[in-house]
C-alpha cells in the first residue's frame, strides 16, 4: 500500500502547491478585493502552510529521519494548525455569503472594506494555532500513529481525562459546530435565492438585478462545493475521533489512511475555483496568461518586419 500511496502524495503536494499559488495570485490581480476574496486567498494560504510545515516535514520523517520525536510532533503541529484555521474559514465564507445575500445592504456598506475581512481571518489563524498548540502544553496530545509511525496525529492519543475531554472539544468546536453553522447557512441563503427567482420570474426584478443574483447563486454554488469538498476529506478523521472516544478503541487503519483524504483537499478546493468561479478565470486569463500572449503576439509583426528588410536587401 504505501509504494501506491507515496507517489499519490507526492502528486497531491506538487499539485496542491501549484494550484494554491495560483489561486492567490489570480485573486491578488483584480481589481478591487472585497471580503469574500480575501477569504479565498486566506483560505488557499492555509493549504500552502499545510503543505510547507506539515506534509513536507512530515516526508521528511518517513523518507529521511522517522527517529525524531520532536520532527513528528512538529509535522503534527504543522498539518493540525491550518487544518483548524481552514475550518474556521469554511464558516466565514459560509457567514459571508449569508449576510451578501439576505442583507445585501449590509454587504455592500461593510463588506468592500479590507478592514472587515481582517476581522474574519485574522480570529481564524488565531483560533487555528491556539487549538493546535495546547497539546503541546499538555491538553491532548501528539503522539505516533501505531501503523505510520513517522506520523503524529492528536487522534486517539490516550484514555484519560484530559486527553478525553480534548477530543470533545475538538469534534464540537471543529466538526459538529461549524458544520451546523455552516448548513444553516447554506439552507437560508437557498431560501433566499428561491424567493428571489420567483420575484424575478414575475417580472419584480431588472435585469440587472437578474444577473447580479445569478452571480450570486453561482458564488454560493461554489462555496457550497468547496464545503462539501472538504467536509468529505476531514470526515474520516472525524470519524476516528468518534469512535476512540465513546468506544475507547483506535481504529488504526482509518487514522492512518485519513491523512491520504485530508490531503485530496489541498488539490480539490483550486480546481473548484477554476472550474465554477467565472470571475476568477477571467481574471487568469486577462491578468496572469495574457501576459505572454502579448508578447507572442508583438515578436510575431517584429520578425516578420525583420524577414521583409533582409529580403529587400
Wanted: contains cysteine.
Amino acid at each position: 500500500m504505501a509504494e501506491v500511496t507515496a507517489p499519490i502524495v507526492g502528486l497531491f503536494l506538487i499539485a496542491g502547491i501549484f494550484l494554491n499559488v495560483l489561486v492567490v495570485i489570480g485573486m491578488l490581480k483584480k481589481q478591487s478585493l472585497v471580503v469574500k476574496d480575501f477569504l479565498v486567498v486566506s483560505f488557499a494560504c492555509c493549504s500552502l502552510v499545510e503543505i510547507c510545515f506539515g506534509f513536507i516535514w512530515e516526508a521528511y520523517g518517513r523518507y529521511i529521519d522517522d527517529s525524531s520525536l520532536t520532527l513528528c510532533k512538529m509535522a503534527g503541529f504543522g498539518t493540525t494548525f491550518p487544518a483548524f484555521t481552514s475550518i474556521i474559514h469554511l464558516v466565514a465564507m459560509a457567514f459571508e455569503r449569508y449576510i451578501s445575500i439576505l442583507h445585501p445592504m449590509t454587504a455592500h456598506k461593510y463588506f468592500v472594506s479590507s478592514k472587515v475581512a481582517f476581522y474574519f481571518i485574522a480570529p481564524s489563524w488565531l483560533f487555528g494555532f491556539v487549538w493546535a498548540f495546547l497539546p503541546i502544553f499538555g491538553w491532548g496530545g501528539y503522539i505516533r500513529e501505531k501503523l505510520h509511525t513517522y506520523r503524529c496525529s492528536v487522534i486517539a492519543t490516550d484514555n484519560s481525562a484530559v486527553a478525553q475531554s480534548y477530543n470533545y472539544s475538538l469534534l464540537v468546536l471543529y466538526y459538529f459546530l461549524p458544520s451546523s453553522l455552516i448548513i444553516f447557512c447554506c439552507v437560508c441563503v437557498q431560501l433566499e435565492i428561491q424567493k428571489m427567482t420567483r420575484r424575478i420570474s414575475n417580472g419584480l426584478s431588472s435585469a440587472m438585478k437578474e444577473r447580479t443574483k445569478k452571480t450570486e447563486r453561482n458564488h454560493f454554488i461554489l462555496v457550497c462545493i468547496v464545503i462539501i469538498s472538504y467536509f468529505l476529506s476531514w470526515t474520516p478523521y472525524a470519524i476516528s475521533a468518534c469512535w476512540f472516544t465513546f468506544f475507547n478503541t483506535a481504529p488504526d487503519e482509518l487514522v492512518s489512511y485519513s491523512a491520504l483524504f485530508a490531503k485530496s483537499c489541498m488539490i480539490t478546493n483550486p480546481l473548484v475555483y477554476a472550474f465554477f468561479y467565472k470571475e476568477f478565470r477571467e481574471t487568469l486569463k486577462n491578468k496572469v496568461f495574457s501576459r505572454n500572449i502579448r508578447v507572442q503576439t508583438v515578436e510575431a509583426p517584429t520578425s516578420s518586419l525583420q524577414d521583409t528588410k533582409e529580403t529587400n536587401h
